[in-house]
């Protein structure tokens, strides 16, 4: 059996709480030069990563950069800090819930990303986070969509990191959305909605086929009033946009979801009107370090089912 290759750690500080990119060379390839790797394995082009390494911006595991001529070593490992995108920010605060020495859970608002990820990279939970607590090795056990609000566990100690992330892999997490989507008088609920949903590399939305179910979710009606409803969703299981893809198959899709029924065109940068009205209120489990008992409730509103004419408007 292969052992996995020890990672070195890193040569260079974060940057706006955000960590620098890590590159492995291959242990197979033509390449003659470090160079010749990156710049065929990334996007940034010829001019970028020759620009970067005449400028030093490219370093090894012991700190020293890498020069354009550096001869290619299959395993290498190289550290760079990719250059940060022009970010909107998300003019909503990032609310702590709770936070002992090993975890810290956060209530997160609609529109701020969980993790750094393509053009969301300082403006997201984690690394206002590190900033904001002064918490460097901060990291996620779990996500929530940039779309959704509410509950994020965080873990403080790398080290423990595995341990709270098995508590989603094993389904030992309970998990609690609210939601308001459209009142339909005659949908019988509460209902246990399974079926089997994929969602492709490349595509926005996910969709159900036929086959064997691996999306199981309890929905439930706690009040309607206007014409709307405020659902209680239980997931039994984590597929991308399960619970949005089930309410959508019920014919109740969730109000401000730009995705189903339909795709609909990108909202500019700036716009922070009309969230999803998806919130993870609740969060349980019992801590897998320190044995306690745990159960979260987010703070945050439904403005879609508060005050319905605001969010409209």
Same mark, same amino acid.
């Given at each position: ?58 370093? /090894? ?84 969509? /940039? ?21 989603? /892999? ?144």
């Amino acid at each position: 059996m292969r052992r996995k290759p020890r990672i070195p750690p890193s040569p260079l500080p974060q940057r706006d709480g955000v960590d620098p990119v890590r590159v492995r060379l291959p242990q197979a390839g033509e390449w003659a030069t470090v160079r010749e790797h990156l710049v065929a394995r990334l996007a940034a082009g010829a001019g970028v990563i020759d620009t970067m390494l005449a400028d030093g911006l490219i370093v /090894r595991a012991d700190g020293r950069p890498v020069e354009p001529g550096t001869a290619y070593e299959p395993g290498m490992f190289v550290w760079f800090h990719r250059e940060l995108p022009d970010e909107e920010r998300v003019p909503f605060a990032v609310d702590v819930v709770y936070r002992d020495a090993h975890v810290v859970v956060a209530d997160k608002p609609h529109f701020l990303a969980t993790t750094p990820r393509g053009s969301h990279v300082a403006e997201t939970v984690l690394a206002r986070l590190r900033r904001e607590l002064d918490l460097p090795a901060l990291g996620a056990a779990h996500r929530l969509d /940039r779309l959704t609000a509410g509950l994020v566990l965080f873990t403080v100690r790398p080290e423990e990191r595995g341990a709270y992330q098995s508590l989603f /892999r094993d389904r030992l997490v309970t998990k609690e959305y609210e939601a308001v989507a459209p009142y339909d008088g005659g949908l019988e609920l509460p209902r246990t909605v399974r079926s089997r949903i994929v969602k492709e590399r490349g595509v926005m939305a996910a969709r159900e086929v036929a086959g064997e179910p691996n999306a199981v979710s309890r929905i439930e009606l706690r009040d309607h009033r206007d014409g709307l409803g405020r659902y209680r969703l239980v997931p039994r299981t984590g597929q991308t946009h399960q619970l949005r893809v089930h309410m959508n198959t019920l014919g109740v899709p969730l109000l401000g979801d730009p995705l189903y029924p339909v795709v609909t065109g990108p909202v500019p940068a700036g716009d922070f009107r009309r969230p999803l009205q998806l919130l993870a209120r609740k969060l349980e489990f019992t801590d897998p370090v320190t044995g306690h008992a745990h159960r979260f409730v987010s703070g945050r509103e439904l403005q879609a089912w508060t005050a319905h004419d605001d969010w409209a408007r």
